[in-house]
């Protein structure tokens, strides 16, 4: 007869597996990708597939030639990696920057660490922001050729809504007068879909309805999302109330830029995000302040990258000090 080891209660199962929780992102990135190519054509789906393509090789190099251990792209997490960089890059970023993105990403900021689980940033931030500081010509490229079937306009070339705003303000426009010049700044317009930015940027509701399977699967919880969202929105209207002429409102601000992407997708990967709830919202909280602040201060027009790096980086510290109640204990 086998022996048994029974352990002490609670006895808690599941029959999630990363594969699962990996294909469940994945679906959830698909209404973003699909609008993304169908606004911004076929060279969309070339450097998404291309990075994810790149991320899997990478990984399984690594692990096989290098580690020496057994491949793991089955557990899908690779893809995911290669799916968010490239909706995090512009449409006209060459394929040969693509492949350096994924090449850090996997290569050094997950493999490194010794691979799934174990790395302390997200690994497509960490290749799109190393890519934005290496390539900044490319990464602030926003030019496209637009599908025939959208546009009879060739391409569309200029800023992102961001990018606008702050070009415009250092320029002494007022943004009643930048929002008035540029009808893609209107809100709703943002909402549906928007010309300007990154691949998975192009439309908010996509990206809400993503985040809406997320929360349908269990496969997040909505407190870092939704306190990154409140915050922004909070601290963007206290500057906007102090000065409308300055300042986007809240709402601008909410649907701009890489923010629902960032706070849907990456703050809320399992590995880079603190384990409790209270230390969920202390972290949701502190990358939306800094993003509201590099975006209105800093050097870049967007900060959601940065912001969730640096948080990445003191989840360690909220895992130490926010621990939950121990399971029995009364105080």
Do not use: C
């Not at 597996?17 to 973003?32: G, N, Y």
């Not at 500081?133 to 306009?153: C, G, K, M, Q």
């Amino acid at each position: 007869m086998k022996n048994f080891i029974i352990s002490q209660a609670p006895h808690i199962h599941s029959d999630n597996t990363t594969r699962k929780l990996m294909r469940d992102v994945i679906i959830a990135l698909l209404p973003a990708a699909l609008v993304s190519v169908y606004f911004m054509g076929f060279p969309v789906l070339y450097m998404i597939l291309i990075s994810i393509g790149s991320a899997v090789l990478f990984e399984y190099l690594i692990k096989k030639f290098v580690m020496k251990t057994k491949p793991t792209v089955n557990d899908l997490s690779a893809v995911v990696t290669g799916l968010l960089l490239g909706l995090n890059l512009p449409p006209a970023t060459p394929l040969w920057v693509v492949i350096i993105g994924s090449f850090v990403a996997i290569a050094i900021a997950k493999m490194t660490f010794g691979g799934l689980g174990q790395n302390i940033w997200n690994p497509a931030l960490v290749g799109r922001v190393f890519l934005l500081i290496s390539f900044p010509v490319f990464l602030t490229n926003w030019s496209y050729d637009i599908p025939s079937w959208i546009s009879s306009v060739d391409a569309f070339s200029g800023a992102t809504p961001l990018g606008l705003i702050k070009e415009g303000l250092a320029g002494g426009s007022s943004v009643q007068d930048l929002i008035a010049a540029n009808p893609q700044l209107s809100n709703s317009q943002m909402f549906l879909a928007k010309s300007g930015g990154s691949a998975g940027e192009v439309s908010a509701i996509a990206l809400i309805l993503g985040f809406i399977y997320l929360l349908i699967r269990k496969v997040i919880k909505p407190h870092i999302t939704l306190s990154i969202l409140v915050t922004v929105f909070v601290f963007s209207g206290i500057f906007w109330l102090s000065d409308p002429t300055q300042y986007m409102d809240p709402i601008f601000n909410l649907l701009s830029g890489g923010l629902l992407l960032g706070s849907i997708f990456m703050a809320t990967d399992y590995v880079t995000s603190p384990m409790n709830p209270k230390a969920q919202i202390v972290y949701g909280v502190g990358i939306g302040v800094l993003t509201v602040l590099i975006r209105l201060f800093g050097s870049y027009p967007e900060g959601v990258s940065f912001a969730i790096l640096i948080m990445n980086s003191i989840v360690p510290l909220l895992n130490k000090y926010m621990k939950p109640k121990r399971f029995g204990r009364v105080k």
